[in-house]
């Protein structure tokens, strides 16, 4: 039986430790093939996950905005870029865009989205499990494993099959 959200994010409290360690490994020696072997775990994760059966994601936390997203997105939506920004968007204290406010804007009640065929490239990625050089992103992959329980389940998957 898979964990409920409020599970995931406790065990990833509790798991926090581990998987900094494990991390930390994998930073000193990456294996050659690594970023083939997260393709694989990414690819079959996502076989088995429905991401609209939960969008924690979406009503957490908010992706940073690139200056190609405000202008797609405003586009879209027939606005002027600085209408988007001023309607939707704040600078963070690392100065980028973000959402002024979570859950997301574009998040409708069935958990899909209203901008999903020009969505953040943030969004596109997330959890970012399959990026390339994926051991450069352990930080926020920590993040992502109490945020998106498919993250969860790659990274325990990974320390299964994935020994140093």
């Given amino acids: 039986m898979k964990p409920s959200l409020n599970e995931i994010q406790k065990l990833a409290k509790?798991?926090?430790?581990?998987?900094?360690?494990?991390?930390?490994?994998?930073?000193?020696?990456?294996?050659?093939?690594?970023?083939?072997?997260?393709?694989?775990?990414h690819d079959a994760e996502f076989k088995k996950t429905d991401c609209l059966s939960c969008a924690n994601c979406c009503k957490t936390t908010g992706p940073l905005f690139t200056l190609a997203d405000i202008e797609r997105i405003a586009k879209h939506l027939r606005l002027k870029p600085?209408?988007?920004i001023d309607n939707y968007l704040r600078i963070d204290e690392d100065k980028d865009y973000v959402l002024q406010s979570v859950p997301c804007t574009f998040l409708d009640q069935d958990n899909t989205c209203f901008i999903y065929d020009v969505r953040p490239k943030?969004?596109?990625?997330?959890?970012?499990?399959?990026?390339?050089?994926?051991?450069?992103?352990?930080?926020?992959?920590?993040?992502?494993?109490?945020?998106c329980p498919a993250a969860f389940?790659?990274?325990?998957?990974m320390k299964k099959r994935l020994h140093f």
């Fill in 122 to 147: 943030a969004c596109r990625e997330f959890p970012h499990t399959d990026r390339k050089k994926f051991q450069q992103i352990s930080d926020l992959t920590l993040q992502n494993v109490a945020i």
């Fill in 14 to 41: 509790d798991k926090h430790i581990e998987n900094k360690k494990y991390f930390d490994k994998l930073k000193k020696k990456t294996p050659k093939n690594l970023d083939y072997f997260m393709q694989e775990l």
């Fill in 153 to 157: 389940n790659i990274v325990e998957e």
């Fill in 82 to 84: 600085q209408q988007f």
